[in-house]
């Protein structure tokens, strides 16, 4: 049921999804900078960002404040637009009103954690750790911390308790954890092995490979999180079970996320 019903939502929410392909205007702007690249359906900066000069390090992290800006309002959009299926809102209010308040504190969240896994990283590889131990220890981060955009959104709890509540959750909902994380992990294995079967026809296989990323695997992602966490409500779990093979979805009338704050 909860495969067939986050399949649901994102096809309720698909037009939500593609507003997410509007990060790709990033690329090549990202592009005139030597330490980036594209792989896996991902931006990378390498750890040499520390060795530009002035000029440039000020221009590539104010880049990337600004794609964390429109990031965190796609994900603030796409988990509120789960959570409004799911319960009663009142729809104009919190897009005139909270909204803005959600991608703030998701902003903040991306930032500092950008920033942990950098330096968290940097640390590691400073010591001698080898970089597969590296890049465990940052996907270790990265899932413990999963739910704190759900948190902000669905709670309307500030960063801190935030925090504090995906820690609660994980601890009471090791299974919702366990799902996701199997789940994410084989939609970027298998994005991973689409991009390398394009590499050998086309030039553009890393940039169908972020696309596919952006408007499939990072929506789906935060829907199936956002459907979890919902269920931790007996109510909407109860009404959800009650349903069974009719999974309660509500779109949101286009007119409605015009009135949508700009970030």
């Excluded at 308790?161 to 601890?171: I, K, Y």
Aim: charged share 15%; glycine share 4%.
């Amino acid at each position: 049921m909860f495969l067939r019903n986050s399949w649901e939502q994102y096809k309720a929410n698909f037009k939500t999804a593609l507003v997410f392909s509007l990060l790709l205007v990033f690329v090549p702007v990202f592009g005139f900078f030597q330490n980036t690249y594209l792989s896996s359906g991902s931006i990378f900066l390498d750890y040499g960002l520390l060795l530009l000069n002035p000029v440039a390090l000020v221009s590539q992290v104010f880049l990337v404040a600004l794609f964390l800006v429109f990031y965190s309002f796609f994900v603030s959009i796409i988990v509120f637009s789960v959570r409004k299926n799911l319960s009663k809102l009142k729809l104009n209010f919190y897009l005139r009103e909270m909204l803005q308040k959600f991608t703030l504190r998701i902003f903040v969240f991306y930032s500092l954690y950008c920033l942990l896994l950098f330096l968290l990283a940097l640390g590691m590889l400073y010591f001698g750790f080898h970089m597969l131990f590296v890049a465990f220890a940052l996907l270790v981060v990265s899932f413990v911390l999963m739910f704190v955009p759900q948190a902000v959104v669905v709670e309307e709890e500030g960063l801190r308790h935030a925090v504090s509540t995906n820690f609660e959750f994980l601890r009471h909902h090791p299974k919702s954890f366990f799902l996701v994380f199997v789940i994410g992990a084989l939609m970027l294995a298998v994005l991973q092995l689409v991009e390398f079967g394009l590499s050998y026809f086309s030039l553009l296989a890393s940039y169908l490979s972020l696309f596919l990323n952006l408007v499939f695997v990072l929506p789906i992602v935060e829907i199936m999180k956002t459907y979890l966490y919902m269920m931790r409500f007996d109510i909407i779990k109860q009404h959800e079970i009650a349903r069974g093979s009719k999974p309660r979805v509500a779109r949101v009338e286009p007119e409605s996320l015009a009135d949508a704050p700009k970030p």
